[in-house]
């Protein structure tokens, strides 16, 4: 049975990291040596295409760019859900049913006609290329993703242990960020990972809603198409690149991911 | 019973206001779009249902609508069951979680237009190892010029792009079930696959929901992706609904005529994710 499971999960991984490997090795290429032929590994490695991504401005305020606007969306995302999820996981209201529902639809809007509103909309508030706007553009659906998510693990913690903390004397704020929010640390650790992973990869709206100061790096990645073709290379230097601060988010999270809890903490 | 509480509204509150805002004035610009004829912004004319009867008369929607579906129903089809079996795979404790957690997000990390980059080169015949494979099988496998390999190419990318998605999920759910269940099952001799359908399942209901739901509507509304690999083609192979969405918007420059549309879209994914929803929570009404 076990030798079965790690055989399965080799297979998988085998199968996630060829495309992986292929990015990679392609980020030390020329082009003329990606586009010349099949190698297994660069023939002759090279750094140029790291040298564009690190040293030419556009490149890297692009990548801060994003990583201002991904960490803003992940904080607000969580704040806002935190108590949502939880007055969803515990009472009945009016039209609460309707509401749970409502949030998720938001995420069902086929973009390419949306655009041209949220442009207006941003516009006349005065956010147009800020990475506020796009943290706020992108909590339209990362934030009925975390209510969602969260509400899920919030609901496999018995109703008994609320009820414990209250008979001990415990103020509703106390009881949730002391005791509660401990006990869901999975479901926190994978919301997270969920709203930075969405935001981070999202290319339509952050294009939309910037144009020059706030640029993130997946709409500077589309500028790689030039007159003489794609600049294969520096694409996948900037994809590798692009990489690294997601894995930095699940290393980080990785061990409340990986948690399971412990019934009876109260 | 969950008490009925109104005062949980101020729970709730913040994320209405923050989603209501970029939800709702958008979604009426559209509505406000899919019934007037659009010339220039000081030119237009009301139109009432015109484009929405022309729309729902379009073979072209017809026709992407039904690819649509098959391939929604593909992806469903391969990646919940996989997802499950790889995270009832991933190793529970030990040097092995942290490893097998970020070489499994890494294809939800990739940006979606290098996704397709990857793939377009990794599927080529004469510089990408998948394509060098299967034609020195002697395969005739050509995602550029023959339908079927397109499409098949499209499905195996998404497939590779988001079945961790669902395997995370599963895998975050299976590790909130309490020791506990685990060694009642032991001491009842349970076998593997009882302890998996009424210890596993049961609590991996919740987040099975959220992928399915997910995954249906992301494969639904997929762009980028199949855009960069194949551009739709070879002919219309894998022409999927937003991008017949996005030629109207942006090729023909028919704004009404793609508010409609848009919408058309918007309830469709609607209709068929409450569908899901609602069979999904179904038993729990009951209980």
């Known amino acids: 049975m076990r030798l079965r499971k790690s055989l399965v999960m080799l297979v998988y991984l085998l199968f996630v990291l060829v495309p992986i490997y292929s990015l990679v090795n392609m980020s030390f290429k020329s082009n003329r040596e990606i586009l010349g032929g099949l190698t297994l590994w660069p023939t002759a490695p090279t750094l140029d295409n790291y040298r564009v991504v690190f040293t030419e401005p556009t490149w890297y305020t692009s990548y801060l760019n994003s990583l201002s606007y991904v960490s803003m969306n992940m904080l607000i995302s969580l704040l806002v859900a935190l108590p949502a999820a939880y007055a969803f996981s515990r009472y009945r209201f009016l039209g609460d049913k309707h509401m749970f529902f409502w949030l998720l639809t938001n995420r069902m809007a086929p973009p390419a006609v949306f655009l041209l509103p949220f442009f207006q909309l941003y516009s006349a508030v005065g956010l147009f290329d800020t990475p506020i706007a796009v943290a706020l553009a992108h909590c339209l659906f990362n934030v009925p993703l975390a209510v969602w ?14 009820e414990t903390a209250y008979i001990d004397g415990y103020t509703f704020p106390k009881f949730f960020i002391r005791i509660f929010l401990p006990m869901i640390r999975p479901g926190i650790g994978v919301t997270a990972f969920f709203c930075f992973m969405f935001s981070w990869v999202e290319l339509l709206l952050a294009r939309t809603l910037t144009s020059v100061d706030a640029k993130p790096i997946v709409a500077q990645m589309t500028r790689t198409v030039s007159a003489s073709g794609i600049d294969w290379g520096v694409l996948a230097a900037a994809g590798v690149v692009a990489l690294l601060p997601g894995i930095a988010v699940i290393y980080f999270v990785r061990n409340h991911v990986a948690k399971g809890f412990a019934l009876g903490r109260v | 019973m969950k008490p009925y509480n109104n005062k949980a509204w101020w729970l709730v509150l913040p994320v209405f206001v923050l989603v209501a805002f970029s939800a709702i004035i958008p979604m009426m610009t559209v509505v406000n779009y899919s019934v007037q004829d659009i010339f220039d912004p000081s030119t237009r004319y009301f139109v009432g249902t015109e484009w929405y009867r022309e729309i729902l008369a379009d073979p072209r929607l017809h026709d992407s609508l039904l690819r649509q579906f098959i391939y929604s129903f593909c992806v469903l089809a391969i990646e919940v069951p996989l997802g499950i079996v790889v995270a009832l795979s ?17 294809p939800l990390l990739v940006p979606w237009n290098v996704v397709g980059t990857i793939w377009q080169i990794i599927g080529r015949e004469d510089i990408g190892l998948y394509g060098w494979i299967l034609n020195s099988l002697g395969l005739d496998y050509n995602y550029a010029s023959n339908p079927r390999d397109a499409w098949i190419t499209v499905l195996v990318m998404d497939v590779w792009h988001w079945t961790s998605l669902v395997a995370l999920l599963c895998y975050s759910g299976l590790r909130s079930i309490p020791d506990v269940y685990y060694q009642a099952a032991r001491i009842d001799r349970a076998s593997h696959w009882a302890v998996f359908r009424f210890i596993q ?50 090729g023909q420059f028919d704004l009404g005529r793609a508010a409609a549309f848009s919408l058309i879209y918007f309830l469709i994914i609607l209709l068929v994710t409450w569908v899901f929803y609602t069979a999904m929570t179904h038993n729990d009404n009951k209980e």
């Open chain 1, 149 to 162: 998510i969260l509400e899920g693990f919030m609901s496999s913690v018995p109703k008994e242990i609320d």
């Open chain 2, 201 to 250: 399942l049961p609590k991996l209901k919740n987040v099975l929901l959220i992928a399915v739901m997910l995954r249906f509507m992301d494969s639904f509304m997929i762009y980028t992706e199949p855009f960069v690999l194949t551009g739709g083609g070879p002919g219309t192979a894998t022409t999927f609904l937003s991008q017949t969405l996005t030629q109207m918007a942006l």
């Open chain 2, 90 to 106: 991933m190793p529970r404790r030990g040097l092995g979680v942290p490893f097998s957690l970020i070489l499994l997000s890494l």
